[in-house]
T-cell receptor, first 113, second 113 residues
Framework: DGGITQSPKYLFRKEGQNVTLSCEQNLNHDAMYWYRQDPGQGLRLIYYSQIVNDFQKGDIAEGYSVSREKKESFPLTVTSAQKNPTAFYLC????????????FGAGSRLTVL | DQQVKQNSPSLSVQEGRISILNCDYTNSMFDYFLWYKKYPAEGPTFLISISSIKDKNEDGRFTVFLNKSAKHLSLHIVPSQPGDSAVYFCAASAGQAGTALIFGKGTTLSVSS
């Protein structure tokens, strides 16, 4: 079945540590995205990539980094510079349809201890 | 400044009745509007979309209405079912496919039996 796989589902991190969240898709989509969800805040865009080896900052990119070396993969690194990293992280992808429907993964919950 | 606003954080409806979720936007360049449904600790799932050149789109129990002059759209669910209880996000897209969606903060719908 085609879809988006995010791992790990739950992750705990000590303050000062970097952590990388994995996102893999087998939908043959060109564009991939990372959003963050906080209670009452909706979904806020961190980074997105429209093509391999290219990506753009979203509204809340500070403290995060990404890479897009393969079409199928778009990992997100949460660095120690991110002030409030505890959140639910969502990866998505889209093809080149007019409505730009995003398909989301199941999410990763990061908790900083 | 929020470009997509969902001003009602929550809505409670009885089973069998109509649920109406509202969304306002500020950017007249948006060309597609989408609704997503989200359960806790899961990724959002796409429900229905509407092009800015239409004023209504229907898919089973779900209908989206767009009023461009008022920069307002609404999602109608008829009849509402307990399984519809979830957070509903309104999202908007501007420009080419592969551009990130802009989401509202969501409305939590509770359908009681």
């Amino acid at each position: 079945d085609g879809g988006i796989t995010q791992s790990p589902k739950y992750l705990f991190r000590k303050e000062g540590q970097n952590v990388t969240l994995s996102c893999e898709q087998n939908l043959n989509h060109d564009a991939m995205y990372w959003y963050r969800q906080d209670p009452g805040q909706g979904l806020r865009l961190i980074y997105y990539s429209q093509i391999v080896n290219d990506f753009q900052k979203g509204d809340i990119a500070e403290g995060y980094s990404v890479s897009r070396e393969k079409k199928e993969s778009f990992p997100l690194t949460v660095t120690s510079a991110q002030k409030n990293p505890t959140a639910f992280y969502l990866c998505a992808s889209s093809g080149w349809s007019g409505a730009n429907v995003l398909t989301f993964g199941a999410g990763s919950r990061l908790t900083v201890l | 400044d929020q470009q997509v606003k969902q001003n009602s954080p929550s809505l409670s409806v009885q089973e069998g009745r109509i649920s109406i979720l509202n969304c306002d936007y500020t950017n007249s360049m948006f060309d597609y509007f989408l609704w997503y449904k989200k359960y806790p600790a899961e990724g959002p799932t796409f429900l229905i979309s509407i092009s800015s050149i239409k004023d209504k789109n229907e898919d089973g129990r779900f209908t989206v209405f767009l009023n461009k002059s008022a920069k307002h759209l609404s999602l109608h669910i008829v009849p509402s079912q307990p399984g519809d209880s979830a957070v509903y996000f309104c999202a908007a897209s501007a420009g080419q496919a592969g551009t990130a969606l802009i989401f509202g903060k969501g409305t939590t719908l509770s359908v009681s039996s």
